[in-house]
C-alpha cells in the first residue's frame, strides 16, 4: 500500500509535463526509478507510523479496488465451517475482472499455492477464510509476503484478537473479524463473501453493514426484487476498518448513488455524525440502527437528524428508501399530489402520507381547469380521482398538467390493473410521458402480480414501483428529507436571528 | 470572548476551592455571565438580610435554602414563593430552616437565596450532558412529568443551529403546549431557542462544564422572552 502511494504520488507531475513541455521526457523515468529505490528500504521495516492518515483511506480502497486478491483457506479442516466457506468464497470470486490467487494451506484445492509467499506482491487485498486458531497465525504471514489489507472472517472474543491488534499497529488494514461476508463490488465481480449464490445486480446503492446476516438479507432482497447495488461490505467486529472510514470512502465513490448502512454503536460517535453530515451533502445516507428501547438511541436519533441522514425502521423499508432515492430527484417541499383510478387505494394513500408527516398539495387554478376543462368528469382535488375507465390518456394530460404546477413537490401515481380498464400497454404509455419531467413520482400498484407487471415497465423509466401506498409515502418521505439538505448551509451558531416561525419557515420552502 | 474569558475565571475559582458542583446562585451567575437570562438572587446568611434583599430586589420574592448537601431543594420544602411583605420573608425564613432540621438535619446550610419572583408560564427543561462516543449533547423537554414521566425529551449534539433548536422542540410530543392550544397565546420560542443555542455553545466552548440542567426554564408568551429559574452546573472531573 504504501509503496503504491509513492509510486502513484509522482505520476500524474510528469503526465502534465509531457503534455506541455515536449523535451521533459526524462521526468518520466524518474517515478520508475524511484519506486525501484525506494523498494528495498521499504521492506524490511515496519512502516513508520507518521504516513498512517494517507495509508488509512488507500486501506479501505483496496477494500474494493485491490490490483489483485488472495484467498486463503485450508480445505478439508476437520472442524468449524471454515472450509465451506472458504469454497463458497473461491466460487464466488470466479466472476472477478481481477487476478485471483488461491491459497490452500492444506494443498487440496486444485491450482491453489500452497503458501502465502507465492503470491507476494501480486494481491493487494487477502481474504482470510481460515479456521479461529489458523487465521491469527498467518495474518503476519500475509502481511509479510505484501497484502496489506485483509478480510478476516471468523470470529473472536476480544481478548483473542492480540495478533490481529498488532498487525493492525504495523499498518495492515483489517475489515473484521467477523466479516464473513466481506466485500463486494459489482461493477469488477469482486466477491469475497463466504454466502452462496450471491449474483447481484449492478447499480447505484452501496451497502455498510455491521451484521453478517443483515447484510445478506439485504443483498438477497435486493437481488429477487431486482435493485442494483454498487458495493457491499460486512464490517463484523470492526477492529480497524470502520463505518465512519467507509463513509468517507463511499461519499466519493462515483459507482455510489445512495449510502445504505445497517449499523449498531460506533466507537466515536461525534466523528461519526461529522462523516454522516459531510456524506449527505454529496448524497443521500439511508440509516437503520438497531437498539430504540435505550436512551442512548435518542442520541443516535439526533445525530441522524442532524446530519439530515433518513433513518429507517426495517430492512424492507431500507431497500424502498434507497431505490427511490437512486431514481428520483430529491424532492424539495413537502406536498404530495395522489393520482389514482381507484378510491380505495388513495384514500389509504391519504392515511399513509399522514403518517409519514407529508401534507397534500393543492393544485393551482390554472392546472386545476386545465384538467377539468377536458375531463369534466374529473374532480381536480387531491387525491385526482381518474375512475376505473380511465386509460394512459387521461394520465398523460393529468401528468402534464400536475408535474408541471408549483404547488405540487411530488407525486403519487397510483395504477390499479385489474380492478380497471388499465393494461401493460397503458404503463408504458405513462412511462414515456414520465421520462419527460423531473419532479419526483413514485408508483403504487397494490397487489402481487399486476405489482410486478408494472413494476417491470415504469422501473425501466427509473420510477420506483411499491405494493402498497404506505411503502410508497415511506419513499416520499425519504425524497423529502433528502431534499431538505439542498435547502440551505447553515452557520453552525447563530444567536441572533430575525424570527422564523414554523409558518415562514415553510414560505421558505415554498419559494423555492 | 469577553463572555467566555468571564466564564473561564469564574469556572477556576470554583476549581480553587476544589469543588465540582456549583451551588444554584454560581450556576445562575455562569450562565447569565454566557448571556443567557436567569432570575435575580442573592445570598442571605440571616433573616436580617434576607428582609434587605428582597426590599431590594422587590417584592414579591422567593426564597430558597441554599445548602452544598441539598440538591433536590423542594424536596426537604427548603422553596417559599411568592413572598410579597417583611413579614412573609421572615416567616419563610424560619419555615424553610425548621424543614430543612427536619427533613436532612445533617445538611450544612448556608443561608436562604432570596430570588426574583416571575409570574407563571410555560416550564421547560434544557440541559446538557456529555456522551462518552457523541461528546457535548444538549437535552430539551417540557417540564414537570413531561420530562419524570413519559421521557418526552429530544436531544440534540452541539453545536445547534436556529432549526436544530426548532426541531428539537418540534419533536417532544407535548410541543402544541408551546404553541398555545385552546386560545392561549403561543410561547416564546424564539426566546428559547435562544437558550438552547446558548447552552450548547457553552458546552462546546467550555469544555470543563460536565453537565447542566437549567430546570425549568419559564417560557413567556411570544415576544416577552424566557429566562432559567434555577440551573444546577457540574464541573469536570480534575
Given at each position: 500500500m504504501f509503496r503504491r502511494l509513492f509510486k502513484k504520488k509522482p505520476a500524474p507531475k510528469p503526465r502534465k509535463h509531457k503534455v506541455v513541455v515536449k523535451p521533459k521526457k526524462p521526468v518520466r523515468r524518474k517515478p520508475i526509478k524511484s519506486k525501484s529505490i525506494r523498494k528495498k528500504p521499504i521492506k524490511p521495516k515496519a512502516v513508520p507510523k507518521r504516513v498512517a492518515p494517507i495509508r488509512k483511506v488507500d486501506g479501505v480502497k483496496a477494500l474494493f479496488e485491490p490490483r489483485g486478491v488472495v484467498i486463503v483457506g485450508a480445505s478439508g479442516a476437520k472442524t468449524g465451517t471454515a472450509p465451506t466457506l472458504f469454497k463458497s468464497a473461491v466460487d464466488n470470486m470466479r466472476t472477478y475482472k481481477g487476478k485471483t490467487y488461491i491459497v490452500d494451506l492444506n494443498r487440496e484445492m486444485e491450482g491453489a499455492f500452497k503458501d502465502v509467499k507465492k503470491v507476494r506482491e501480486k494481491a493487494e487485498l487477502a481474504v482470510l477464510a481460515l479456521p479461529q486458531d489458523l487465521a491469527l497465525k498467518n495474518v503476519k504471514k500475509v502481511a509479510d509476503a505484501g497484502v496489506r489489507?485483509?478480510?478476516?472472517?471468523?470470529?473472536?472474543?476480544?481478548?483473542?484478537?492480540?495478533?490481529?491488534?498488532?498487525?493492525?499497529?504495523?499498518?495492515?488494514?483489517?475489515?473484521?473479524?467477523?466479516?464473513?461476508?466481506?466485500?463486494?463490488?459489482?461493477?469488477?465481480?469482486?466477491?469475497?463473501?463466504?454466502?452462496?449464490?450471491?449474483?447481484?445486480?449492478?447499480?447505484?446503492?452501496?451497502?455498510?453493514?455491521?451484521?453478517?446476516?443483515?447484510?445478506?438479507?439485504?443483498?438477497?432482497?435486493?437481488?429477487?426484487?431486482?435493485?442494483?447495488?454498487?458495493?457491499?461490505?460486512?464490517?463484523?467486529?470492526?477492529?480497524?476498518?470502520?463505518?465512519?472510514?467507509?463513509?468517507?470512502?463511499?461519499?466519493?465513490?462515483?459507482?455510489?448513488?445512495?449510502?445504505?448502512?445497517?449499523?449498531?454503536?460506533?466507537?466515536?460517535?461525534?466523528?461519526?455524525?461529522?462523516?454522516?453530515?459531510?456524506?449527505?451533502?454529496?448524497?443521500?445516507?439511508?440509516?437503520?440502527?438497531?437498539?430504540?428501547?435505550?436512551?442512548?438511541?435518542?442520541?443516535?436519533?439526533?445525530?441522524?437528524?442532524?446530519?439530515?441522514?433518513?433513518?429507517?425502521?426495517?430492512?424492507?423499508?431500507?431497500?424502498?428508501?434507497?431505490?427511490?432515492?437512486?431514481?428520483?430527484?430529491?424532492?424539495?417541499?413537502?406536498?404530495?399530489?395522489?393520482?389514482?383510478?381507484?378510491?380505495?387505494?388513495?384514500?389509504?394513500?391519504?392515511?399513509?402520507?399522514?403518517?409519514?408527516?407529508?401534507?397534500?398539495?393543492?393544485?393551482?387554478?390554472?392546472?386545476?381547469?386545465?384538467?377539468?376543462?377536458?375531463?369534466?368528469?374529473?374532480?381536480?382535488?387531491?387525491?385526482?380521482?381518474?375512475?376505473?375507465?380511465?386509460?394512459?390518456?387521461?394520465?398523460?394530460?393529468?401528468?402534464?398538467?400536475?408535474?408541471?404546477?408549483?404547488?405540487?413537490?411530488?407525486?403519487?401515481?397510483?395504477?390499479?390493473?385489474?380492478?380497471?380498464?388499465?393494461?401493460?400497454?397503458?404503463?408504458?404509455?405513462?412511462?414515456?410521458?414520465?421520462?419527460?419531467?423531473?419532479?419526483?413520482?413514485?408508483?403504487?400498484?397494490?397487489?402481487?402480480?399486476?405489482?410486478?407487471?408494472?413494476?417491470?415497465?415504469?422501473?425501466?423509466?427509473?420510477?420506483?414501483?411499491?405494493?402498497?401506498?404506505?411503502?410508497?409515502?415511506?419513499?416520499?418521505?425519504?425524497?423529502?428529507?433528502?431534499?431538505?439538505?439542498?435547502?440551505?448551509?447553515?452557520a453552525p451558531v447563530a444567536p441572533k436571528i430575525a424570527k422564523k416561525s414554523k409558518a415562514t419557515k415553510k414560505k421558505a420552502k415554498r419559494k423555492r | 470572548m469577553a463572555a467566555k474569558k468571564n466564564v473561564l475565571e469564574f469556572i477556576s475559582s470554583i476549581k480553587a476551592q476544589k469543588r465540582r458542583e456549583l451551588s444554584e446562585l454560581e450556576a445562575k451567575n455562569l450562565i447569565s455571565l454566557w448571556g443567557i437570562q436567569t432570575t435575580r438572587a442573592e445570598l442571605a446568611h440571616d433573616v436580617s438580610e434576607a428582609v434587605k434583599l428582597a426590599r431590594e430586589i422587590k417584592y414579591p420574592v422567593v426564597l430558597k435554602v441554599a445548602s452544598p448537601d441539598i440538591i433536590h431543594k423542594s424536596d426537604v420544602r427548603g422553596v417559599k414563593v411568592g413572598l410579597s411583605s417583611e413579614f412573609d420573608v421572615k416567616h419563610a425564613f424560619e419555615e424553610i430552616m425548621a424543614n430543612v432540621r427536619a427533613y436532612k438535619p445533617n445538611a450544612n446550610v448556608l443561608g436562604v437565596t432570596v430570588q426574583e419572583y416571575v409570574p407563571p408560564a410555560k416550564e421547560v427543561v434544557v440541559g446538557m450532558i456529555r456522551d462518552k462516543t457523541f461528546g457535548p449533547t444538549v437535552m430539551f423537554g417540557l417540564g414537570g412529568v413531561w420530562v419524570d414521566v413519559m421521557k418526552d425529551i429530544s436531544f440534540r449534539l452541539a453545536p445547534l443551529t436556529r432549526d436544530d433548536a426548532l426541531e428539537m422542540m418540534l419533536e417532544v410530543k407535548g410541543y402544541l403546549l408551546l404553541t398555545g392550544t385552546r386560545g392561549a397565546p403561543p410561547a416564546d420560542t424564539e426566546a428559547l431557542a435562544d437558550i438552547i443555542q446558548k447552552v450548547g455553545q457553552l458546552a462546546v466552548e467550555v469544555p470543563e462544564i460536565a453537565e447542566m440542567d437549567l430546570n425549568p426554564v419559564f417560557v413567556f408568551d411570544k415576544g416577552k422572552g424566557a429566562i432559567a429559574v434555577d440551573a444546577r452546573i457540574v464541573l469536570r472531573e480534575g
Open positions: 489489507t485483509m478480510v478476516v472472517s471468523p470470529s473472536y472474543e476480544p481478548a483473542q484478537r492480540g495478533a490481529l491488534l498488532e498487525a493492525t499497529r504495523q499498518g495492515v488494514r483489517i475489515l473484521g473479524p467477523n466479516s464473513a461476508m466481506g466485500v463486494i463490488n459489482t461493477r469488477t465481480g469482486l466477491n469475497t463473501s463466504l454466502a452462496r449464490e450471491m449474483m447481484l445486480q449492478q447499480g447505484g446503492i452501496a451497502i455498510i453493514s455491521q451484521s453478517n446476516s443483515v447484510g445478506a438479507a439485504v443483498l438477497d432482497l435486493a437481488r429477487i426484487r431486482g435493485i442494483g447495488i454498487s458495493k457491499f461490505v460486512s464490517l463484523g467486529d470492526k477492529i480497524d476498518v470502520d463505518e465512519t472510514e467507509l463513509i468517507n470512502y463511499f461519499s466519493n465513490d462515483s459507482d455510489t448513488r445512495v449510502i445504505c448502512i445497517g449499523m449498531g454503536d460506533v466507537r466515536d460517535g461525534r466523528k461519526f455524525v461529522d462523516a454522516l453530515r459531510a456524506a449527505t451533502k454529496k448524497k443521500p445516507v439511508v440509516v437503520l440502527r438497531a437498539g430504540i428501547t435505550r436512551l442512548e438511541d435518542k442520541i443516535y436519533d439526533a445525530g441522524f437528524k442532524q446530519a439530515r441522514a433518513i433513518r429507517v425502521r426495517d430492512v424492507e423499508e431500507m431497500l424502498d428508501v434507497a431505490s427511490a432515492l437512486a431514481k428520483q430527484p430529491p424532492m424539495v417541499g413537502d406536498k404530495i399530489m395522489v393520482i389514482s383510478n381507484a378510491h380505495g387505494p388513495a384514500v389509504l394513500a391519504m392515511d399513509a402520507m399522514h403518517c409519514e408527516g407529508l401534507t397534500l398539495a393543492k393544485l393551482d387554478e390554472k392546472t386545476a381547469k386545465g384538467i377539468s376543462q377536458r375531463y369534466p368528469n374529473i374532480n381536480a382535488a387531491n387525491p385526482i380521482e381518474l375512475g376505473i375507465e380511465a386509460r394512459a390518456k387521461q394520465y398523460e394530460l393529468v401528468l402534464k398538467n400536475v408535474l408541471t404546477d408549483p404547488n405540487v413537490d411530488g407525486v403519487m401515481l397510483i395504477n390499479m390493473l385489474k380492478s380497471s380498464l388499465l393494461d401493460v400497454d397503458d404503463i408504458r404509455a405513462i412511462a414515456e410521458v414520465l421520462k419527460k419531467f423531473k419532479k419526483p413520482v413514485v408508483d403504487v400498484a397494490m397487489g402481487g402480480e399486476s405489482y410486478v407487471s408494472v413494476r417491470d415497465v415504469l422501473e425501466g423509466a427509473n420510477v420506483p414501483v411499491y405494493d402498497s401506498p404506505e411503502r410508497a409515502s415511506r419513499a416520499l418521505r425519504a425524497l423529502c428529507i433528502y431534499g431538505r439538505v439542498k435547502e440551505k448551509t447553515e | -
